[in-house]
């Protein structure tokens, strides 16, 4: 009998289909395969999911978080800029309750998309922290510009003790 269970949770396993990704632009670097070899197996209650595309992660069936690297850096901004993690992350909620996520001060970027409703975002880049970290580190949010030059360009705002949700 236990090997008949066995064989079913085995199956059951081989029923999430894999999840169909487009890989970033610089996908191969060794940078990017340095980070996708230490990603968390499970996030949250979600475990892990195969995808189809280089340097990419998915969590959750149905899926609720995707992660990719091999992006080209983000310019500064005005977005919400956090550290989770000792990781600068930039936070686009355009898409809410989605959130796209992207590294600020990492080359290549590494961007993560999460759905909020399943699971919060600083958990989410809580446990990506330490595989993102192994991506050289080129800059860091700074402390939101307080120069009234209007022609001043405008810096990711440093809100590390603000949660994400």
Do not use: H
Not at 20 to 29: E, K, R, Y
Not at 106 to 117: F, G, L
Request: hydrophobic fraction near 40%; aromatic fraction near 4%; charge should be negative.
């Amino acid at each position: 009998m236990f090997a008949g269970v066995v064989g079913v949770l085995l199956l059951m396993v081989g029923c999430a289909p894999t999840v169909d990704l487009q890989p970033a632009d610089d996908a191969n670097v060794p940078e990017c395969a340095d980070v996708t070899v230490r990603l968390p197996d499970v996030i949250g209650d979600l475990p892990s999911r195969t995808t189809d595309a280089q340097a990419t992660a998915a969590w959750g069936d149905p899926t609720a978080v995707v992660f990719t690297c091999g992006l080209e850096p983000p310019a500064p901004t005005t977005l919400q800029c956090v550290t989770i993690g000792a990781v600068d992350w930039i936070v686009d909620d355009s898409d809410s309750p989605n959130l796209r996520i992207t590294t600020y001060g990492r080359e290549p970027a590494a961007q993560v998309y999460v759905d909020t409703t399943r699971l919060s975002a600083d958990n989410v880049l809580d446990a990506l922290a330490p595989a993102v970290q192994k991506l050289p580190k080129s800059g860091a949010c700074t402390a939101p510009d307080t120069d009234t030059n209007a022609t001043s360009a405008p810096q990711p705002q440093s809100e590390v003790t603000k949660g994400l949700s």
